[in-house]
């Protein structure tokens, strides 16, 4: 049998529709509920596991810096004995004070040069041990959360596995439901669902009250809902309403109140209370 146009469908059809669809979707939440906090704690597990190998990443890098800038400065030692073994070796041959005294500020400049060089390399060399050590933690850090992920993991797809089928099934009632109803109402029905605190689109009127935010509604339009001539949404919280009978959901109907009953006080007449008077004083 082919499928009804979607636009051809009566308002009550429409109706039953939604709320077919609206209770096959909180199904779907009543499942996933079940998962808890644990989606959550993986997601946080691996986004925490991400930002420590950024770190490791990092500071591997940094080290790595740290050993190039080491390697530069032993180069320019080299250089640098190698020029002060260079004047000094001119020194024997100069002629005046002025050639001995530049040779000197030479070899002089450049022993500082060596002595600020040893300086840089032995506090790259402390960088290098403290990154190191740091290195050493977040990858330990790293270990640990790889370990509670595989648990969580593990936990998660155990629950996910219970009811995995029933979910499937239920999300393919959800696609075949969507498919029976018009775009624009269907846009509007996940739109108000979206902003509900409890994800229901389409609530049933209980006890002359909005099932969604329990507002009072009005006796005229609980009539209109029952009519079933237009969708009717409530003023307060902008959730579809339906009457009761159409979501197949039974109301005891109580004509007025129910109270409880009470104990009649009995009036003590002017004779009953004369006897009684009468009574005590004997």
């Known amino acids: 049998m082919a499928k009804k146009d979607p636009t051809d469908l009566t308002v009550e059809e429409k109706l039953k529709t939604l709320y077919q669809l609206q209770a096959a979707l909180s199904s779907i939440d009543e499942k996933r509920a079940l998962r808890g906090e644990l989606p959550l704690e993986v997601q946080d597990l691996e986004d925490e596991i991400e930002g420590l190998t950024t770190r490791v990443e990092k500071i591997k890098a940094e080290i790595a810096d740290f050993q190039r800038a080491i390697a ?66 977040a990858e330990d850090l790293i270990g640990e959360r790889n370990g509670d992920l595989e648990v969580k993991k593990a936990e998660l797809e155990e629950i996910v596995a219970e009811t995995r089928a029933e979910e499937d099934k239920l999300k393919e009632k959800v696609k075949d439901l969507e498919s029976r109803i018009e775009t624009r ?16 689109g389409v609530v049933y009127v209980q006890r002359d009250a909005c099932g969604g935010c329990f507002n009072k509604i ?24 339906i009457d009761p009978e159409l979501a197949g959901v039974k109301i005891d109907k109580v004509t007025g109140e129910e109270k409880k009953p009470r104990k009649r006080a009995i009036r003590k007449t002017a004779s009953s209370k004369k006897t009684t008077d009468a009574s005590d004083m004997e």
Not at 99 to 105: A, I, M, P, Q, V
């Open 72 to 137: 530069q400065k032993k180069g320019e030692i080299v250089e640098a004995e190698a020029s002060v073994a260079r004047y000094k070796n001119q020194l024997n041959d100069v002629k005046n004070n002025r050639e001995y005294d530049t040779l000197s500020k030479e070899i002089e400049f450049q022993t500082l040069e060596i002595e600020l060089c040893n300086k840089k390399i032995r506090e790259a060399n402390a960088r290098i041990q403290d990154k190191q050590e740091e290195l050493k933690a």
């Open 218 to 241: 009005p006796p005229q339009r609980q009539l209109d809902i029952k009519m079933h001539k237009k969708i009717i949404v409530c003023e307060y919280c902008g959730r579809i309403m």
């Open 185 to 200: 109402l269907l846009t509007s029905f996940k739109r108000i669902r979206k902003n509900a605190r409890n994800g229901l």
